[in-house]
């Protein structure tokens, strides 16, 4: 049985491990910003070209079975999929991290998922933590005047502006350099993803202990489909078995 695992968390590279355990011949797909980890499989990187060119490549690798593991804001890749798997009759199991629920002590707004949402949000406070990816870095020029950012993402070239800072850096992070980071550069507010996880947990407790509030970024509505999970395993016990007899993946059109 020939498996597409859209991945890029650490628990979709459980699931594709996994899967090569189990005997399913898999291709692992990522978006290209992380380095290429050994799942004893297939692994590409990039995009798709929409839900037509993930149609295509489902087509030609002649995939029996799609799963979606990518993180819970990748929301294109996700909609894609259900298209795709639904254009091609094929079935798709998708595995959505629990989100984090708010503990005694902390602070939170919930922040509607947009740019002018989540800077209106803001305006009242003097040093935001920005932790949502590269989308303050396209808005570097309308920071306000009474205002400095601290930008953390993966990828950011020199910034060019004197009232913000990037940090270049990958989780996971531990709660007292993340206590260290916002007491050393005077964070007033933190803005997140409610990704889950204990990848980057620590921010939102170091946020709590220094009594920081959090803007939190609302996660994508996407349609239910028949095999949704919320742990790896419920979804891997939950998938066929591969059969003995398996059509190879052509390796050339990865």
């Not at 020199?158 to 260290?180: A, I, K, W």
Request: charged letters at 20%.
């Amino acid at each position: 049985m020939n498996v597409l695992v859209l991945g890029g968390t650490q628990e979709a590279q459980v699931i594709a491990r996994e899967l090569v355990e189990r005997g399913y011949h898999v291709i692992y797909s990522m978006a290209g910003l992380g380095i290429k980890p050994q799942l004893g499989c297939v692994v590409r990187s990039g995009g798709f070209g929409g839900h037509e060119g993930l149609s295509d490549h489902l087509a030609v690798n002649n995939i029996d079975c799609l799963v979606d593991a990518t993180h819970p804001y990748a929301e294109k890749i996700s909609r894609s999929a259900i298209i795709a798997a639904h254009d091609l009759s094929i079935p798709l199991y998708r595995y959505t991290r629990p989100a984090w629920e708010p503990q005694e002590g902390d602070d939170w707004k919930t922040v509607r998922n947009n740019w002018p949402a989540i800077t209106l949000a803001t305006l009242p406070y003097k040093r935001p933590f920005f932790t949502i990816g590269r989308q303050p870095l396209f808005h570097m020029d309308d920071v306000p005047v009474r205002q400095e950012w601290l930008i953390r993402t993966l990828a950011a070239s020199d910034t060019g502006n004197n009232r913000v800072r990037v940090l270049r850096s990958r989780g996971p992070f531990v709660r007292q350099s993340e206590v260290s980071l916002m007491r050393l550069t005077g964070v007033d507010v933190l803005v997140s993803k409610n990704s889950g996880g204990d990848m980057v947990a620590a921010k939102i407790e170091a946020a709590r202990e220094l009594n920081i509030p959090v803007m939190m970024v609302q996660r994508p509505k996407l349609a239910p489909t028949k095999n949704d999970f919320s742990t790896p395993q419920a979804m891997l016990d939950a998938m066929p078995r591969p059969k003995s007899v398996n059509v190879e993946v052509k390796s050339q059109a990865i």
